[in-house]
């Protein structure tokens, strides 16, 4: 069965990165598009960045783009978000999601299959 699983969150001080990888099981991205979201609590859920599955092209939220960097492997069917400067208005849950689709988007309601999330916490 279709299963994501993120890993490489944690708590890291402002100005830092993090890398998180989002493995995919059961199917093979390559046709996907592949999303990441994040989730503060009492916040609403938010788009990230995206990348669509034909043409590779990639789409980022205003407040990470310059900062954060998609990326995916089809031949290790994982996916990628490089984080930098990282700042604690980042902290949050973040989900990585994938739908049959060639075009991304930051929508999360385009996007079928998704994971559990993991933590990352931006703190001194």
């Known amino acids: 069965q279709p299963l994501l699983v993120e890993s490489g969150g944690g708590l890291v001080q402002p100005g830092g990165s993090l890398r998180l990888s989002c493995a995919a099981s059961?199917?093979?991205?390559?046709?996907?598009?592949i999303g990441w979201f994040r989730q503060a609590p009492g916040k609403e859920r938010e788009g990230v960045s995206c990348i669509s599955s034909s043409d590779g092209s990639t789409g980022y939220a205003d407040s990470v783009k310059g900062r954060f960097t998609i990326s995916r492997d089809n031949a290790k069917n994982m996916v990628y978000l490089q984080m930098n400067s990282l700042r604690p208005e980042d902290t949050a849950v973040y989900y990585c999601a994938a739908d049959y689709r060639i075009r991304c988007g930051l929508y999360s309601g385009n996007y079928y299959y998704w994971g559990q999330g993991t933590q990352v916490t931006v703190s001194s």
């Open positions: 059961g199917f093979t991205l390559d046709y996907y598009a």
